[in-house]
């Protein structure tokens, strides 16, 4: 129930603002709207303002607005004032991009609304892993799995903790650490005018143990779990997060042997990493899951801040996605990893279970994704409209009624290969995801 809920919250949400963009401008621009409808299917109740008909509909996934003279494709038809084809060329332009827009603007407002309210940020136990050679913690005597317990006698528990500390003002010269090394308390000091500097050069320690899968991706389809642990990637040991990903990253499209502990039992699975760009990192291979976290802590920004943090987010999101889509085009195969609905819904009743913040997060991600869908130049994809409204005016005049009707065939032609596809490659991952859970299942059995 809980996924059925926030797959329609998630959908509904991005469907309706997308509905709402093209409604507002094609009031702005001269079209008259027959139609605007929260939901799909048979009426409820409504009522009617001027030319429009507001409705509540029965299904509540997102909405529709109808409007007049949109689907006329007679040989003579003539466009009366108020009609889809009456407006001018521009007008349609921003008409139709209006819906995209939309959901890029909301989007970005989640993203400044979650900085302001506040989001879950990880965090970590003071255990410490990765330390820089010539870093002041290093000078200092610090060593990878050291754990810090206490900073000038004041008991520390997490890592954000730490940082805290870190940032009180302080009067004395230097500061004391107390650390736990193999059992053994030991006291070192620190510098108290380079106690920000020490963090710099060293990392929490983080276990090769999985944190959250990915629905679609390779953990997924091989049955992996959260809390499972990677205790080997073919046939060489692994004790970090940071050792894990480093040999996956470096592992694209080769099949990678893991050896995996769940509870006392252990197994092994056979998984390809996929490849994908990130900032910085170029082309890694990824199996889809996230780091373990020690926990969490409330991290809220300023007004400025989450502006900035809004606009890099989204604008790192939308060129992310127009780079999946760039890769599909040069390597289809690549195509496999398009979710559709199915998978959406894996990813909202799941996301749901985390808490709200987190779902309204997924609502974001998922918008900029129907942005860049819908702004594909396709026949019936919001796109294709503008493209075709650009070209008739650089011709000066409408295609001609027949070509119009083909191209509108050709269209809905795709979107529904397009949507048989993404159903049916989701029904394939949820397939090999519960093959893998039982030969999972029978390999822990055998070795019993």
Known sequence: MITILATLF???????????????????VGIRVLKF?????????????????????????????????????EENYIAKPGDYMAAPWWGRVLMALAGPMANLLTAFLIFIMLGLVGFNAPDYSTSVGKVELGSLAQQAGISEGDRIIAVSDREIKTWHGLWQELQTESTADSLSLTLDRAGERKVLNIPSSRRMKFLEGIEPAVPAQLGEVYPSLPAYQAGLNAGDIILAIDDKPVKTWDGMREIINQNAGRETKLLVERGSDT?????????????????????????????????????WASIANATVSTGSLVARTYGVLYKIVVKPSSAKQLGGILMIGEMAGSTAKKGFSDLMLLVALLSISLMVLNLLPLPVLDGGVIFFS????????????????VIQQIGIAILIMLMLFTILNDGMKI????????????QIEQTK
């Open 10 to 28: 998630v959908l509904g949400i991005m469907v309706f603002v997308h509905e709402l963009g093209h409604f507002y401008v094609a009031k702005k």
């Open 37 to 73: 409808s929260l939901g799909f299917g048979p009426k409820l109740f409504g009522f009617k303002k001027g030319d429009t008909q507001y409705l509540i509909s029965a299904l509540p996934l997102g909405g529709y607005v109808k409007l007049d003279g949109e689907e006329a494709f």
């Open 267 to 303: 197994f092994s699975v056979r998984i390809t990493p996929v490849e994908q760009d990130y900032p910085g990192q170029g082309s890694v291979g990824v199996i889809g899951v996230t780091a373990p976290v020690f926990g969490s802590y409330k991290l809220r920004l300023g007004l």
């Open 390 to 405: 650009l070209l008739e005016g650089i011709r000066k005049k409408t295609l001609p009624v027949k070509v119009q009707v």
């Open 431 to 442: 397939f090999s995801r519960h093959s893998a859970v039982k030969k999972n299942s029978l």
